[in-house]
């Protein structure tokens, strides 16, 4: 009899990886990281090893993967897709259990020669089987239950480094460097040897995956649209997940736009064509066919060679461009392929080799605010530290205040943390079921956690950023680089190194520290000679003297590049009237709109901005002031005026000038709130629309009229 209690937990597991099954191969949406879905999967099946009586004919541990979506047509693979057994240790002994394994089943005595495997990554995307019919691809299914998949050969297409037809050119846009281009020894000897034509049918199976770059790219684009207020988007937890959710997307024209590369490793139903003896061949053909292979693939005999290219792999993960969860260890013959055969849903003579996980589970402490040396502001998730992607993370960036928003991550939640290659680690999701009760809201600060100064929010951006430029801590080693470079105060000899340097060391906290240095504090710094020491004061005494929009231009302003500082400078002629502009007045000198008007009136309102530039003045910065420029008329300012046909004089391009000096904005199309349209010979649709809107009609003498400040009819 088998306890209750172990029968409770059997049925528990079972209903448990259904669900998440369902979550993850169907709806492209897993609630748990893998390796706590992993850990699920081993206990039942040692349950059910332990107490055959337990198995079920449908769990989990059966199957394989999850169900076809009914959205899509239903493909029967000719040939199942299977899974492949996992060597959940991940030490060196996973390879060499495997090797016994194999050798046990096959009947070896110990000094029979060594097995000859193909070692491979263990890419982490999508399986695709790809049909192809006399060379041309007919038909691209995913793995579904393994017996039946689905159809989304439109999506596929899509995907560059899948060849449409074979056998008439190399497939069309090799990966670059390195990883996935097929490789050229193999080709070539393939191409002299006989009979490598693709056989009339053709099934080849192999990943689709996002590369991490393209990855980072798509969430970035992502968030940049959630913040822009567009509904129904999101991030991705993953590359696996953005793959899976590309390639299993109803709208082809969406599934283009997701950048997806494609590794070929296998093969289904193959008629005709040459013979092949081992995996190797095989690999090899399909290369020379026009698909991608990975580089990475090698031949390796014996266990201790499995055991080298696992620790190599391990050792390359993190720069590899893409996810891998591990490797995968092949016998190379076919003969001895057939020989060893299948269990349930797993073919004996392959293995995977897993690495530690790149997600795992931990806990929120706090969520901090980090400031960067631009002065925005990152909040970052401190957490309980938890061994992910092999090593220890105790951090984790949250982008931004909307982020954290749409994943809704407080402290004390139980979080997946996701760490692959050199990105930095990532809080992708938060387990809301076991979320503690009265965890509070997040939200950002209203002023910088470093410096106090207030920490704003431009409208349409999604990063707070500290507004307290010139005296912020965070932002010194920046702000002091944009003011000595070359367009601002031209201070000759201040590089990245040496600001470093003079930061680190505590020299130099705010700008003026630069000109109170003197001789005997520079070279007290090391490395610093006399003579570079007496170089480095000469410019700063240079500098000194300087213009309005340089010093402007200098003090790093958000917005404010250096034709805008001249802009600010001629129209107001002196600093103060700058620093005590209201943001209408700011709005008054061309080309300034409303969020650059409000960054220089933010910048100018924090005190200790203010107080850092009075230093500078103090320590004998200047430059000649001027009155503000006396302001052209602007008769037309608010107006908004449509050009239609061709005037008697003026060119469509003089008269917009003429009209934007005058203050009007000039646009294309004519609507409610068009004040006048400028009509000349052969008008068109505009002047039929501004008659049936009653707005009015001018001619070229109508405008200059207008222009002038006289009623213009
Ligand atoms: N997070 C969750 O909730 C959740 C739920 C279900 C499954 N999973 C994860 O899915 C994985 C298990 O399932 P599976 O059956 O899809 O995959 P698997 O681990 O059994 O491996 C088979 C798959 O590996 C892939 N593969 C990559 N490189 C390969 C190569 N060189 N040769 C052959 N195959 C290669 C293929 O897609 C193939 O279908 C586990 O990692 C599990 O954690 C996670
Ligand atoms: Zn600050």
């Not at 029968?7 to 609630?31: I, N, S, W």
């Not at 005037?647 to 004519?670: I, M, N, Q, T, Y």
Request: glycine share 8%.
């Amino acid at each position: 009899m088998i306890p209750a209690k172990l029968r409770e937990r059997a049925d528990a597991l079972r209903e448990l990886l259904h669900h998440h099954a369902h979550q993850y191969y169907v709806l492209d949406a897993p609630e748990l990281p893998d390796a706590e879905y992993d850990k699920l999967f081993a206990e039942l099946q040692s349950l059910e090893e332990q107490h055959p009586e337990l198995a079920t004919p449908d769990s989990p541990t059966r199957r394989v993967g999850g169900k076809a979506l009914d959205a899509f047509a239903k493909v029967r693979h000719k040939v199942p897709m299977l899974s492949i057994r996992t060597e959940t240790d991940i030490e060196a002994s996973g390879a060499r259990n495997f090797d016994a394994r194999v050798r046990r089943e096959l009947g070896l005595k110990e000094d029979d020669p060594p097995i000859e495997y193909v070692a491979e990554l263990k890419f982490d995307g999508l399986a695709i089987n790809l049909r192809y019919e006399d060379g041309v691809l007919v038909q691209a299914a995913t793995r579904g239950d393994g017996e039946i998949g689905e159809d989304v050969t439109q999506n596929i297409r899509t995907v560059g480094q899948i060849p449409l037809r074979l056998g008439e050119r190399p497939h069309p846009n090799p990966p670059s460097e390195g990883e996935g281009a097929t490789p050229k020894h193999s080709l070539s000897r393939l191409r002299e040897r006989a009979g490598v034509r693709v056989p009339p049918i053709l099934e080849v199976r192999g990943e689709v995956y996002m590369r991490r770059d393209d990855f980072e790219r798509l969430n970035e684009l992502q968030r940049e649209k959630i913040a822009r207020g567009a509904k129904n988007e999101k991030t991705f937890v993953n590359p696996r997940n953005a793959a899976a959710g590309a390639v299993r997307q109803l709208d082809p024209a969406i599934a283009r736009q997701r950048p997806l590369s494609f590794y070929a490793y296998g093969w289904g139903e193959i008629e005709g064509g040459p013979a092949f003896e081992t995996h190797h061949q095989l690999l090899q053909a399909l290369a020379a066919w026009g698909f991608p292979v990975s580089q990475r693939t090698v031949l390796a005999r014996g266990a201790e060679e499995l055991v080298a290219y696992h620790q190599a792999v391990g050792r390359e993960r993190d720069s590899l461009p893409f996810d891998i969860d591990g490797v995968v260890y092949k016998v190379n013959s076919l003969a001895l392929q057939k020989q060893l055969g299948f269990v349930t849903r797993e073919p004996r003579w392959a293995v995977a080799h897993k690495f530690p996980a790149q997600e795992q589970l931990t806990t929120v402490e706090s969520i901090d605010v980090y400031v960067g040396r631009t002065g925005k502001l990152t909040p970052v998730a401190r957490l309980v530290p938890v061994f992910v992607g092999g090593v220890t993370v105790t951090n984790a960036t949250l982008h931004n205040e909307d982020e954290v928003h749409r994943k809704d991550v407080r402290v004390g939640d139980t979080v997946i943390v996701r760490r692959a290659g050199d990105v930095i680690p990532e809080v992708v999701a938060v387990v809301p079921d076991r979320r503690v009760p009265g965890a509070q809201e997040f939200h950002m600060p209203a002023t910088c956690p470093v410096c106090g100064s207030a920490a704003v929010r431009e409208e349409g951006e999604a990063d707070h950023r500290c507004t307290g430029g010139l005296f912020c801590g965070a932002q010194r080693k920046h702000a002091i680089l944009h003011f000595a470079q070359r367009r601002a105060m031209d201070i000759e000899g201040l590089g990245e190194k040496l600001v470093d340097q003079m930061v680190d060391a505590g020299v130099i906290r705010v700008l003026p520290d630069l000109y109170r240095l003197g001789l005997q504090g520079l070279v007290a710094l090391e490395r610093m000679g006399d003579k570079s020491a007496q170089n480095l004061l000469a410019a700063l005494e240079k500098s000194k003297s300087t213009t309005l929009p340089r010093f402007l231009y200098g003090l790093g302003i958000r917005h404010v590049g250096e034709s805008t500082a001249r802009d600010l400078a001629r129209h107001f002629g002196q600093l103060d009237r700058i620093m005590d502009a209201s943001v209408e007045q700011l709005l008054e000198v061309a080309d300034v709109g409303p969020v650059v008007a409000e960054s220089i009136h933010a910048f100018f309102e924090q005190p200790h901005n203010r107080e850092v530039i009075e230093q500078l003045r103090a320590c004998g910065l200047h430059w000649e002031e001027g009155e503000p420029a006396v302001q052209a008329p602007r008769p037309l300012a608010s107006k908004t005026v449509v050009l239609t046909g061709t005037l008697p004089a003026l060119s469509r391009d003089e008269a917009k000038e003429l009209l934007e000096a005058a203050g009007a904005k000039v646009a294309g199309s004519v609507s409610k709130k068009t004040d006048y349209v400028v009509a000349g010979a052969e008008a068109g649709s505009k002047l039929d629309k501004a008659r049936e809107l009653g707005v009015p009609v001018l001619d070229e003498d109508g405008l200059r009229r207008l222009l002038s400040g006289a009623s213009p009819t």
